[in-house]
């Protein structure tokens, strides 16, 4: 019997995301034991599509997940991959390249915060003049696609200068995974990790790590700083078992299973180029009611558009965000601290119609509150 069709609801926030809904009925199976082998089975795939998804090597790289959200992989690699006595560098252009800084200032790690401007991608000389500096570096860190604004980072050049040093690069690619291509090894990068409610189109509760199994093993001897989000243990436990050391986000990992499998029938290139299309539609609204977003063009990831309140007493986020979602519509606030922006992402199951009827819908929110359109700086 076919399902009901579940409510749409078009979401523009920075995840979780709009989900189509064969992956939404895909949670609903009868109930299992996760410790049953058909279950450890389902993650053991699991694990090597992830690996896949990123055109990692399965001799090099392996892919250990856990439960919980995104924030838990930068916890992860923050906290099991700097050695003892050593130091990781940030090249930290955004709020949530900051979030490992606070992560690693929470277990008292060593850590250096090369900030750089909001409003643009991190430098890679920048990144290399730290590195000459400081020969205690062992690990750089950055974000892929800073979500807060929608800033794209050059990965693979600042990989290659972290490799040149002989340092772990670790990229947060929660925003970007199975958005925009990424190659682990071509980009440089050692790490990447993601979340089962982002770029996938699944649910919250499964997050996962892919990065080099030799860097994984070597970490065994460095300080254990966690017990539950210790990257080796969980990994150790996987290799040896199959299973997560404890219980698994058991619906969620149905709903990814069933989520990979629509990743590949679209494939890489078609998913980056809805997403594409998804950001051109909303730049084409954005454009067409005055309003500004806050980032240059060529600096965008495509992923996310930041756009500035306008210069108007009438402007009210909540009324405009109030108006929208009772329509099916979510819009989301920025994150940057010294300007007022809000946030529309294009990840999810959602087309460029889609943006077409958001313009609409947010063009009679700014009437009916009286803001002016063309919108006014
Ligand atoms: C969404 C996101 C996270 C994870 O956030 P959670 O709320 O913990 O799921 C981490 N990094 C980036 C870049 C993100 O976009």
Not at 54 to 68: A, I, N, Q
């Amino acid at each position: 019997m076919a399902n009901e069709p579940v409510k749409r609801n078009v979401l523009l926030n920075p995840g979780p995301a709009t989900t189509t809904d064969t992956v939404k009925y895909a949670q609903v199976v009868p109930d299992i034991c996760p410790r049953e082998k058909e279950f450890g089975d389902i993650m053991r795939n699991m694990r090597g599509e992830l690996v896949k998804i990123v055109h990692g090597d399965p001799e090099k790289f392996t892919s250990v997940l856990f439960t919980g959200s995104g924030t838990m992989n930068i916890d992860v690699c923050v906290n099991s991959l700097v050695p003892d006595g050593k130091k990781i560098l940030f090249a930290d252009n955004g709020a949530y390249t900051s979030r490992g800084v606070e992560v690693a200032a929470a277990y008292h790690i060593p850590y250096i915060d090369l900030k750089s401007p909001f409003d643009e991608p991190v430098d890679p000389e920048k990144v290399e003049e730290a590195l000459k500096a400081d020969p205690d570096i062992a690990v750089v860190y950055t974000t892929h696609n800073e979500t807060g604004t929608g800033v794209l980072n050059p990965i693979r050049k600042i990989g290659e200068i972290a490799h040149k040093y002989g340092c772990t690069f670790i990229v947060d690619t929660t925003s970007t995974y199975a958005m925009i291509p990424i190659d682990i090894e071509k980009d440089n990068v050692d790490f990447v990790m993601a979340s089962a409610q982002k770029g996938l189109m699944a649910f919250t509760g499964l997050s996962f790590v892919v990065g080099r199994t030799a860097l994984i093993e070597k970490s065994k001897e460095y300080t254990t700083r966690s017990y539950y989000c210790n990257l080796y243990l969980q990994y150790d436990f996987f290799e040896k078992t199959g299973e997560m050391h404890f219980t698994p986000p058991v619906q969620t990992v149905y709903a990814t299973a069933q989520a990979i499998k629509e990743y590949w029938a679209d494939g890489e290139e078609k998913r980056y180029q809805r997403h594409v299309d998804v950001w051109n539609a909303i730049h084409e609204g954005k454009e067409r009611l005055g309003f500004k977003d806050i980032i240059k063009k060529e600096y965008q990831s495509k992923m996310v558009v930041s756009i500035k309140y306008p210069n108007d007493p009438n402007w009210d986020f909540t009324k405009i965000h109030d108006y929208c979602y009772e329509r099916g519509f979510t819009i989301y606030p920025g994150k940057v601290a010294s300007t007022d922006t809000f946030r529309l992402c294009t990840l999810g199951q959602i087309y460029p119609k889609d943006i077409e009827d958001f313009w609409k819908v947010f063009e009679e929110a700014c009437v009916k509150t009286g803001v002016s359109i063309p919108a006014k700086y």
